[in-house]
């Protein structure tokens, strides 16, 4: 039986639940199973439409129809989540916000932004070309900058650097504000599977070896901190706290909910296309629409 091929994201938010994935012995034995590929959020989605992958980790303004999510697993907050900040030049307030710059950020961002300025606070400003996710440079040319992932965790180091540069800026944590708009979760990222892929691999087994990869991480965060911290120039604390309380991993109802109303909204202001439903892989029946969570016909 081939392998199947994980497309993953190669920040410290997955690193919990790549934890089987990266550490002996579990490594080992999965690696017989899976062909594991480290990209950036927007690619890992890429590959996976176009069949370089069979499973991603992807931003969940990625999904489509033709995918199933694998349940158990996510990136999402509960509240701050520091690593998606809107950054605003001094004297710049939400509603006066006309240029937005942005680095590589996945869809999934762009589009929680384009929400918050769209549906949230009534004005459309002009998003600029991915830039180099450099937050005084970004602000040099627009009014507000957008980071996501590590490079945020590190502007928030810079804090003072960045303030004493430019003056007081305000700094928005887009968690934080979905979550006080919407009374949800805040959620960036699922697995989902391509469901012709699974190729003879069951769909209880992955969903066991993912949510063991995933509990895993989430005992063992302290050899996680101790990992992360000569790769990221944050202090060891930050790592500890954010992994402990910024990100939750957890794919409960309320981050399902979460994720159709992030799309509905996304489709109402025309930052994505509609999804008509949401797929979800189930060990025990196949697949499952997020409507009735009925059993669904591989072939259809």
Known sequence: MARLRISAINFLNPAPLLYHFEHSPWAEELAARYDTRYTLPSLCAADLHAGRADLG????????????????????????????????????????VETVATDTAS????????????????TDPEF??????DPLAMLGQADAALLIGDPALLALERKAEIDGALGACTWIDLAEEWVGRTGLPWVAAVWAVRPE?????????????LTASRDAGLAHREGLVAEWTPRIAVPAETIRHYLRHNIHYVLTPECVRAIELFRAYAAEIGALPPLAEIRFLNADAGFLRSDDRKPVDLAT
């Open 197 to 209: 892929a699974l190729n003879g691999e069951t769909a209880a087994r992955l969903v066991g070896d």
């Open 128 to 133: 600029l070309a991915p830039a180099p996710a």
């Open 57 to 96: 980790l992807i931003p969940v303004a990625a999904l489509t129809e033709d995918l199933a999510v694998v349940p158990g697993c996510t990136i999402a907050s509960l509240g701050k989540v520091r690593s998606i900040l809107l950054l605003l030049r001094p004297g710049v307030r939400l509603e006066t």
């Open 107 to 122: 869809r999934s961002s762009l589009a929680y932004t384009q929400i918050l300025f769209r549906k949230f606070v009534g």
